[in-house]
């Protein structure tokens, strides 16, 4: 039988314990998440909680997607830095794109001309542009291609491109240009663009329908061609669109025009590539100043410096006044000041917040649980660090997003819908209800603006004067623009006929609120919803639903009330002001459009179609404001909020501007690794008193054990020395012996 021995425990137990005591790492962090090593180098630490779905430009939309692509990808154009309002500037070209005007019969005209039927953009590239090293572009001596034909040997050792053991480059070409536009024709690469340039550049659409028929091999793709896109020569490329539409050249600044290599597609469509999910949509080729070297959704990615990326300098001008002028102090360094990019996989958000305060991340979002922690907010509502982040050296970067948050009225819904006066004030009495500045308050943290009209601030047109201010919704007072009071909005409801909120027979007017959201966050808010209108003695009956039916629902104008947004895809009032074309509304376009509340006033669209196609100005600023005042007056949405992001960063992380338009930000960071270094440790010193205490009562607790299991075996071993044995075996015996006093008197010893 085995028994249990204090002895054999307590020697183990006290080691182990000062094993776990003294075993910490060389530089007495333990918990840092990377290693020492990696600390130490010219790496930037961020995070992703979503893993991006599509890195292939032509498909790619989803911000988290872009956050990746746009440090690889380089599409002609991007936004300075720096400038306000948005600019955008030459990537890859020497000068930004010429135009040239021309009538239907492809003749030059003047750019004010009437019969200009066609606006003609050049492109001329720069020669200094390569691909970053790739095995697609790997050739023998013979010029030959290592890869495009891997053997079942080669396929089996590899995991990702960068494990085959050669790669090449080439430069950029305008072949690779053309060959995007021509890639976004395909239907089956699903290219949610592909609508809108189907009408606008030359021979899209016609192109696209010829290709789309039948799969189609890369040399076809490559020996095609689209009537509007023509390659002159290596540096040199053209494209044609239909009219005047100064905003086509904000969307060269997206990575759908994004520049692909032959060699990558004919690389990745090997058999043996698609069966290991190694494809365009997982590891993008291209010029930018990063490339993508691991690709590991499920734990994390990786991004190093390119190379061969030898055509980006920092900004050395565009600075608004009021920024802080060392933004500027690497003015004309070569990029990117970061040699590598690692992305970890974080799902929720207080790992991530205390692993930030740890230094462990460099910079860092707000969540609503960390807010008070980081944030304080005063009176007027100005946002700015706690004592406790001051204290760590941290700083914050906040900034309103060219975003719009709404809820919207279905405008041909047959009691908030229409356009006659009842029906205008109904919406108006609501909109004057429904408290916005509210809203931002307790659910923001006040991270947001309320919004006057569908432009937010940083888009040309958005006007920060009185007369911008919704004078439906807000008075002016000496303070400034002021929420009227429930009165009129009572008001305005009595006109609309529904006093108190009762209809004609006297019942509570019903108003039903459809809505994808769940669980307990949404639940407060949509309780908010009920409340607002409650003021006015509306019922609000939330009807709520998964996603892809609420969708369904706003597509087929099924809704009555709804919440939407929109985020600017180009920093023009046309991506905002569109989204209340008629043209757009959803019953209008087979729910293809992106206008969900239906709005469909003749006056509007035929402004709208002016404002379209006209560059900015006075005279555009003027049509503009008659677009945004009727609206107001049509309240066709309670027009909502602009969020504020609110970005924390350490100070060794440098160079940190927000521009919400750009996503190829990071080849101007900087950072301070030895500053990280020396904070981490600083910050993350083991408190080890705790353990001594614990292994003290461990060792005290186990002590009396011990000394009684030795005492009881001093008294064992004692017991059985040779001379008690052969005492104790007698004594044994003679228990066992007939007493001689048993014995008849007389009696001698026996023989």
């Not at 290693?35 to 032509?58: C, G, I, M, W, Y």
């Not at 004609?504 to 808010?525: I, R, V």
């Amino acid at each position: 039988m085995q028994t249990f021995s204090v002895k054999g425990v307590f020697w183990p137990l006290l080691a182990l314990t000062l094993l776990t005591l003294t075993g910490c790492s060389e530089d007495g962090v333990w918990n840092r998440p990377y290693s020492d090593e990696q600390a130490r180098t010219n790496t930037l630490f961020s995070n992703f909680a979503t893993p991006p779905k599509h890195l292939d430009p032509v498909r790619s939309y989803s911000a988290n997607e872009w956050a990746i692509i746009s440090q690889v990808y380089e599409p002609p154009l991007q936004y300075h830095y720096f400038k306000r309002p948005y600019t955008l500037e030459p990537l890859t070209l020497t000068q930004m794109p010429q135009q040239r005007f021309l009538d239907a019969q492809g003749r030059e005209r003047e750019a004010t001309s009437e019969d200009v039927a066609m606006t003609e953009y050049h492109f001329h590239l720069r020669d200094d542009i390569r691909y970053h090293p790739h095995a697609a572009f790997a050739r023998d001596a013979q010029g030959r291609f290592l890869y495009h034909a891997l053997s079942e040997q080669q396929l089996d050792r590899i995991k990702r491109p960068a494990d085959l053991p050669e790669s090449g480059t080439r430069r950029l070409k305008a072949q690779d240009y053309a060959l995007a536009i021509k890639r976004m024709a395909i239907t089956a690469n699903h290219s949610p663009i592909l609508g809108t340039m189907r009408e606008l550049i030359v021979g899209l659409a016609d192109y696209s329908d010829r290709v789309s028929k039948k799969p189609i091999t890369i040399k076809q793709l490559s020996d095609s061609s689209v009537k509007g896109v023509e390659v002159h020569s290596d540096t040199h490329f053209s494209i044609r669109i239909h009219g005047r539409y100064p905003q086509f050249l904000y969307w060269l600044s997206m990575n759908f025009f994004a520049p692909i290599p032959w060699e990558a597609l004919a690389f990745y469509r090997q058999p043996g590539l698609v069966k290991k999910n190694l494809t365009l949509d997982t590891y993008p080729v291209g010029t930018g100043a990063y490339q993508l070297l691991d690709n590991n959704p499920n734990r994390q990615m990786r991004l190093v410096r390119n190379p061969h990326y030898q055509h980006g300098t920092y900004p050395t001008e565009g600075l608004p006044d009021e920024a802080d002028p060392d933004l500027l102090a690497d003015g004309g360094k070569p990029l990117p000041l970061i040699d590598e990019v690692v992305y970890l996989l974080e799902k929720e958000s207080v790992p991530l917040w205390n692993k930030f305060l740890q230094g462990y991340y460099d910079a860092s979002g707000v969540s609503s649980d960390s807010f008070d922690q980081a944030i304080s907010v005063s009176s007027q509502g100005d946002l700015s660090l706690t004592s406790e982040m001051q204290q760590k050296g941290i700083e914050f970067l906040s900034a309103v997003e060219p975003t719009v948050f709404y809820l919207g009225f279905n405008m041909d819904d047959p009691v908030v819908g229409g356009y006659d006066k009842t029906a205008r004030k109904l919406r108006q009495a609501i909109s004057i209800a429904v408290d916005m500045e509210e809203y931002i308050s307790i659910f923001l943290n006040g991270r947001g603006v309320a919004a006057q009209g569908p432009i937010p601030p940083g888009i040309y047109g958005y006007e920060r004067n009185r007369d911008h201010f919704n004078d439906v919704i807000y008075q002016w007072s000496d303070h400034g623009p002021v929420r009227r009071p429930l009165d009129e909005a009572r008001q305005l409801l009595a006109e609309a006929g529904y006093p108190d909120g009762k209809t004609p027979e006297g019942e509570p007017l019903t108003l039903y609120y459809d809505t994808p959201a769940t669980g307990p966050d949404a639940k407060s808010q949509l309780n908010w919803y009920r409340k607002q209108l409650a003021k006015l003695g509306i019922e609000l009956v939330i009807r709520a639903t998964d996603y892809n039916r609420f969708q369904e629902k706003v597509r087929g104008a099924k809704v009555q009330l709804f919440s939407w947004g929109w985020n600017a895809d180009y920093p023009d009032p046309e991506n905002f002001l569109f989204l209340l074309s008629g043209d757009q509304a959803v019953i209008n376009s087979n729910g293809s459009g992106v206008n969900a509340s239906n709005y469909d006033r003749p006056q509007f669209n035929q402004w709208f179609q002016q404002v379209k196609r006209m560059p900015n100005g006075p005279e555009r600023q003027a049509l503009i404001r008659k677009m945004v005042k009727l609206v107001q007056e049509d309240a066709p949405w309670v027009w909502g909020l602009h969020p504020k992001s609110v970005s924390l960063f350490h100070d060794w992380y440098r160079n940190v501007w927000a521009n919400p338009m750009a996503n190829n930000t990071l080849k101007y960071r900087r950072l301070d690794a030895a500053k990280r270094v020396e904070k981490q440790q600083a910050w993350n010193q083991p408190v080890v008193w705790p353990l001594w205490v614990l292994a003290l009562l461990i060792m005290a607790s186990v002590y009396p054990l011990v000394s009684a299991y030795r005492r009881r075996q001093r008294q064992t071993l004692v017991g059985n020395t040779p001379q008690n044995a052969v005492q104790n075996r007698a004594a044994d015996e003679s228990k066992a012996a007939p007493s001689t006093s048993s014995r008849k008197s007389g009696e001698g010893p026996s023989c």
